[in-house]
Each structure stands twice: as structure tokens, then as C-alpha cells.
């Protein structure tokens, strides 16, 4: 089932409803600006958006597949622990854009 996400050192686990389990992205760390400056992942920034990894969603999530890039606010999540590893889990609501190779090349707006 697709909306699982298994480990071998652990149970698998289902995500209930509008949830959605996310890895988040190692690049979204320290990064540098066009001017070369290194900005540890520790400075804040007002309202920066980032991308994560859907590691599995919930019966109820319409838009968004295992395995697609997801953009979504960090004060939009909860941090969570999975067999080791540190995920995070969202509402659908509170994803702002969804990339992967099976969306059409659309604008999504309708004239």
C-alpha cells in the first residue's frame, strides 16, 4: 500500500486522513547568497518556505503522492522520530506547492 511507510527495524505505519509524512530536503540547510555569504540553517528568515520529500500520505490526501517534492511553511509542521529518522507531519491544507514528474505543465489557473 503506498500510504505506508515501512522500515525493517520497525512496524509500519499508516497515515491517518489529511496527514502527510515528509523527509525534509539535507540542501535546505546551510546555503550561501549571490553574494557568496554562507547562511547557517540556524539564521532566521522571515517566512522562508521549504521543501520536503512525502514520505507517505493519508487516505484522505488527494494531491499529493509518496515520493513527490512538497513546499510548506516549518511553523506548518510537527517534528516527529521514525525509526531514527527526524520527520516531520503536515496537514494537505498546509502545503503550498507540489512538484513531481507527473504533474502537467500547467499554470492551474483557469480563464
Do not use: C, N
Request: proline letters at 4%; glycine letters at 10%; zero cysteines.
Amino acid at each position: 500500500m503506498p500510504s505506508d511507510v515501512t522500515r525493517s527495524s520497525g512496524l509500519p505505519i499508516k497515515m491517518l486522513h489529511d496527514r502527510i509524512l515528509v523527509a525534509l530536503r539535507r540542501e535546505d540547510g546551510e546555503r550561501r547568497s549571490t553574494g557568496g555569504i554562507l547562511i547557517p540553517a540556524t539564521a532566521q528568515v522571515a517566512k522562508r518556505l521549504v521543501w520536503g520529500e512525502a514520505r507517505g500520505v493519508g487516505s484522505s490526501v488527494r494531491q499529493v503522492k509518496v515520493g513527490d517534492q512538497v513546499l510548506f511553511s516549518p511553523e506548518d509542521q510537527h517534528e516527529v522520530e521514525v525509526h531514527g529518522e527526524e520527520l516531520v507531519i503536515l496537514r494537505e491544507r498546509d502545503v503550498h506547492a507540489v512538484a513531481a514528474e507527473r504533474i502537467e505543465e500547467s499554470t492551474g489557473l483557469y480563464l
